[in-house]
Structures are given as C-alpha cells and as structure tokens.
C-alpha cells in the first residue's frame, strides 16, 4: 500500500522514500531484528521500481 501511496502522490524518487522511511526508527530495529534488513522499506522500494516500470502486477519476494 505504501508504494501505491507514494506513487499516487508524484513520490517516486527512491532517495524520498528512503527518507521517509528513515523516520520511523522503532520499525526499523525492529524489522532489522525480527527479518534481517528493514524489510518494509525494502519491499516498498521494490514495489515502487515495479510501478515506475509498469508492472504493477509484478511478484515481489518478501
């Protein structure tokens, strides 16, 4: 949902959306800790690349 988000209000430069996520520190130790990178983030940025593309029905691996 967060990538649709992004993308529907004109936010699509990745350096954006890192920042954005980089504001919620508690979710970040927290994913780190349970998944090995922050794993919302990352999922996020993938699923944007994917629409930038035009592939909105790509498959994205968690």
């Known amino acids: 949902m967060d990538a649709l988000y992004f993308h529907l209000y004109g936010m699509t430069d990745r ?20 998944y090995g990178t922050y794993r919302s983030r990352d999922l996020c940025l993938a699923w944007s690349s994917a629409l930038a593309a035009g592939h909105p029905d790509a498959e994205i691996d968690p």
């Open 15 to 34: 350096d954006e959306i890192r920042y954005v996520y980089s504001t919620f520190p508690i979710v970040k130790r927290d994913e780190k800790a349970a």
